[in-house]
């Protein structure tokens, strides 16, 4: 039966972008959405009545109704994993013992915020925050974005392994004056683990008094956080069913609440909520993550387009791509459905971008001639946040809405070395302000449109095995005299490791 609407999705006729706007005086508001302060443009897409038509036939073959409200009733939807994916209800949204329950966890957080800010823990001026994957990636994006340099504590992110990440931290904080946060839903995260005892090492060796009880743990295996050593009262359980991607909602943000305020912490989860509420209401036809999920999934399959864009015409937003990255393709990146078949489709495409205008002068021949299609998705911020002339802030706006422009328009020339094919589809995504309480609903956003995406292709987007074979490699490695792996490994780490 989704057979059938997959084929139709496929050989959907299309018409060029100029001609889908020449055959609609009326395309650009049709295609434009406002929800929470953010303006989404769909209107440089291949979508039209009737290929919306297929895909909402598509949703429904897909049950993607009753999936949603499986979704938000707590049912175990990570059926790999034999989970609930619980994330909405850190902001309020699903089963109402689970918001009771991530109310009460919440307001231990809060707690602890007020404690630390109230000098509980003494003079604290730096924070380090460590973990990896989702447990840094929301954290730093948050805090990159709002941050506006005079908040109390000075809060650094850091989750590689590498030395090189932590020690310019180290070098620059004063021990005695810093907090560590542990952020690691497993608490067995061996990068996170082996920087938390640097850090740690540090401390003892600039004669901290009491190291351990500097150190706040975020996680939901809060056991194994005691037997770290951590007191039990700086320990901030989240619940199993939030997943690791999914999880700023949770204690993972604590370093947000701490350094921006639990205020914004909580305005951030308000607009999540108003996404998450527009998300169950809308009918799908106006809802906003299940249209964006049709455009992917058209391009993806119909299209055959291997990756997906992100420029965000923002500094301050320039680690989302990094986000999405981790969103989407953690969560979409597989290779068999729900039920252990092969997938037939095309999985996540590969998530990439970088910040405007920058990547206009390194990566932007690439989308205007090259041979690949890209989809490409622009973020800009109408209201400026810094005090430059006036003029920055406009030329930023300009270039980016001339991007999208140019990439559906084209122009055409004699020459094929000038010629711009275009007809190359965007989106736009505009933001009133960078606000916590947009930044909340954008994100939302972006977490219900990979879940529509995973629901259509029919994989479970909750679970990741696939990163499981490397750490297990990792470790096997690790045993300097246990089994020996393929040759080349082996060789590269006799090289690395003569002795
Ligand atoms: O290796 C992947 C992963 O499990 C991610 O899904 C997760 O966000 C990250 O590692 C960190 O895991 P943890 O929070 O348990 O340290």
Known sequence: M?????DEIKSHPTSKLTELFAQDAERATKYGFDQSGIYFDFSKTHLDDSLLATFLTLADQMDLSG???ALFSGEPVNATEGR???HAAERGTGLDSSIANADALRNRMKGLVGAIDAGLLDDIDHVIHLGIGGSALGPKLLLEA???GDETYETAVVSNI?????EPILERFSADKTLLVIAS??????????NAQSVLDWMSQEDVADPFGKIVALTANPEQAVKWGIDESRILPFSESVGGRYSIWSSIGFSVALTLGFDAFE???AGAAEMDAHFRAAPFDQNLPVLAAFIDQYYAQAKNCETRAVFAYDERLRLLPDYLQQLEMESNGKSVTTDGEPLALHSSPIVWGGVGTDAQHAVFQLLHQGSHLVPVEFLAVIEPGHSLAPDHHKGLLLNCFAQGAA????KASDDPHRNYPGDRPSITVLLEALEAKTLGALLAFYEHRTFVNALLLGINPFDQFGVELGKEMAGKLSDMSGNKLDASTELLKKRAFPG
Do not use: H, R, V
């Open 407 to 410: 990439l559906m328009s084209g």
């Open 162 to 166: 590498d030395g090189y990440a932590l």
């Open 267 to 269: 305005d951030m989860l």
């Open 2 to 6: 989704a057979g059938d609407a997959w």
């Open 185 to 194: 839903k497993t608490f067995t995260t061996s990068e996170t683990l082996l």
């Open 67 to 69: 999936n949603t409200d």
């Open 84 to 86: 609930a994916a619980e």
């Open 146 to 148: 709002l941050q506006i």
